[in-house]
């Protein structure tokens, strides 16, 4: 009896084991897909997932660095003309001063021909103390037109030996005030010269580009200063200008030491230098006082080669930017001009601003920089939760089949 027990017992054991061994195969089967599972998201999904970030973060990097520029640009162009507002101000109150003096030159008719010429004296020298930053007044009649009196005066006192009214009033380099005669000796205003030919021709007032002036003929290396002008027409009938003749010039000198000054007044983080163009493209102001006056292809950062693209574009007088090397040093410029209208002048400049395009742009590329440290870290985070992830449902498949497979070994025993 207890042998046929015995051999029931075997036989089942036997017909457990194959089903046990088909239970085993399949929990490893199960396993093994659960590792590959995991070892596809590793190897397959992970890089996917880490390149579209990465491809994303390039993209944010170089929309915002655009961004940041444009706003920058932006800034820098508002910059820019701010300053040329400044400017253009700056020489509206010198023409307001120049106009006043002309309104009352323009009268001239008014004041009794005994006492005119005095009368205009004094009051020329009274403006010039009254204005300590204009470097001088001056006026200029053709013959017989101020009083009818040139023959009288030929010689006497201070005026020439046209007799003409030609008086300037001037303040030296020690800052005296000086009176003496216009350069002019004909007896009639010289056509050719430009502070007559100038106003004559438009019938309204004009800025001179900048010329020499010399206080000291003995010391000229000292005392040699460049100045601009505002020219003045006057008119035989102010009523009717339009069919006047022109009977006479005056106007204002303003010494460019004193552009100068406001200029280099205006250095804001990034800016290079700052120079004024005049019409002509001559320089007006430069940091570099030796090219005061020289045309500004001489004076430019960039090769003569530049040139032709720049004055094109100057001559569109609008406001506009150039990015290129410095020829100087090889360092990477961003240069704005501004056009500045002397609408009452009849007459137009030009401002430039040099920016140092690595001051300006090194917040850009921190801006960037920091995009980029950010999306680093994302892409190693977002790498480790898919590492984390796969691991976790291995660790969840297998713990699940072997608790199965112990539950499925404790039930056939």
């Not at 005119?116 to 010039?128: D, I």
Request: aromatic content about 14%.
């Amino acid at each position: 009896m207890e042998n046929e027990i015995n051999d029931n017992h075997e036989a089942n054991l036997q017909k457990a084991n194959p089903q046990e061994e088909n239970i085993q195969s399949a929990v490893e089967l199960e396993i093994a897909k659960t590792y590959v599972f995991r070892k596809k998201i590793i190897s397959t999904v992970l890089p996917v997932v880490l390149g579209v970030m990465a491809l994303i973060g390039v993209v944010v990097c170089y929309v915002s660095f655009d961004a940041h520029r444009d706003e920058k640009y932006l800034q820098l162009e508002q910059t820019a003309s701010m300053y040329a507002n400044d400017i253009k101000n700056m020489f509206y109150g010198y023409y307001r001063v120049g106009n006043h003096y002309y309104s009352i030159i323009q009268n001239f008719k008014k004041v009794d021909v005994n006492d005119r010429r005095k009368y205009y004296e004094n009051l020329t020298k009274k403006f010039l103390e009254n204005n300590p930053t204009v470097h001088s007044f001056w006026v200029d009649f053709d013959k017989n037109t101020f009083d009818g009196l040139d023959a009288k005066y030929r010689n006497v006192g201070k005026f020439n030996e046209t007799g003409r009214f030609c008086k300037l009033y001037y303040r030296d380099y020690r800052g005296k005030i000086i009176s003496k005669p216009t350069f002019q000796t004909e007896e009639i205003m010289c056509p050719d010269a430009e502070f007559v030919s100038s106003p004559k021709k438009l019938k309204k007032p004009t800025v001179l580009d900048p010329y020499s002036f010399i206080y000291d003929h003995e010391n000229r290396k000292e005392t040699e200063k460049l100045i601009t002008s505002i020219c003045f027409p006057i008119f035989e009938n102010r009523y009717d200008v339009e069919n006047s003749d022109i009977i006479g010039v005056t106007g204002i000198d303003i010494l460019l030491e004193t552009l100068i000054n406001k200029v280099e007044n205006q250095n804001p983080y990034g800016i290079n230098n700052i120079a004024v163009i005049s019409s002509a493209y001559n320089v007006l102001t430069h940091y570099d006082t030796f090219k005061f006056g020289t045309h500004y292809s001489n004076t430019s950062i960039f090769n003569t080669l530049n040139w032709d693209t720049i004055h094109s574009q100057l001559q569109e007088y609008k406001t506009f930017n150039l990015t290129m090397l410095d020829k100087n040093d090889d360092t990477k410029k961003i240069i704005y001009f501004v056009p500045i209208e002397l609408n009452t002048t009849g007459s137009s400049l030009t401002l430039e601003i040099v920016f140092n395009y690595d001051e300006i742009m090194s917040d850009a590329w921190a801006f960037v920089f920091d995009i980029m440290l950010y999306f680093i870290v994302a892409l190693f985070l977002v790498a480790v939760a898919i590492f984390l992830f796969s691991t976790f449902l291995y660790n969840s498949v297998f713990n699940r089949v072997a608790a199965l497979r112990q539950l499925i070994g404790n039930f056939i025993n």
